[in-house]
Nanobody, 121 residues
Framework: QVRLVESGGGLVQPGGSLRLSCAASGLTDRIGAMAWFRQAPGKEREYVAAISWTGDMTYYKSSVTGRFTISRDNAKKTLYLEMNSLQPEDTALYYC??????????????WGQGTQVTVSS
């Protein structure tokens, strides 16, 4: 069994920054590619960013490119999302996800419970 636990969310003013973390435990050798998703109230969950198992391939939703950075530390079994220049439209519940595939495939088997990010003045 794989467990993913997000942390680092909170309330931040527009233009501010946050760093989300996602700690993996359990059968972590099953985790390859990982990703961040988010879901705003009344909207469907959407993809934000993804990273390969080795970390050498990263992908981003166009609206976060240049503002968000996804990274991972496999030794610490932790995924990160550095978010800068946050805007109110970034407000959402942020989830991390993992899959057995080494490269991001768009489909994820493992999910965390989410951490809330609220951008407001």
């Amino acid at each position: 069994q794989v467990r993913l636990v997000e942390s680092g969310g909170g309330l931040v003013q527009p233009g501010g920054s946050l760093r989300l973390s996602c700690a993996a435990s359990g059968l972590t050798d099953r985790i390859g590619a990982m990703a961040w998703f988010r879901q705003a109230p009344g909207k469907e969950r959407e993809y934000v960013a993804a990273i390969s198992w080795t970390g050498d391939m990263t992908y981003y939703k166009s609206s976060v490119t240049g503002r968000f950075t996804i990274s991972r530390d496999n030794a610490k079994k932790t995924l990160y999302l550095e978010m800068n220049s946050l805007q109110p439209e970034d407000t959402a519940l942020y989830y991390c996800a993992g899959d057995r595939s080494r490269k991001p495939s768009g489909s994820y088997e493992y999910w965390g419970q989410g951490t809330q990010v609220t951008v407001s003045s």
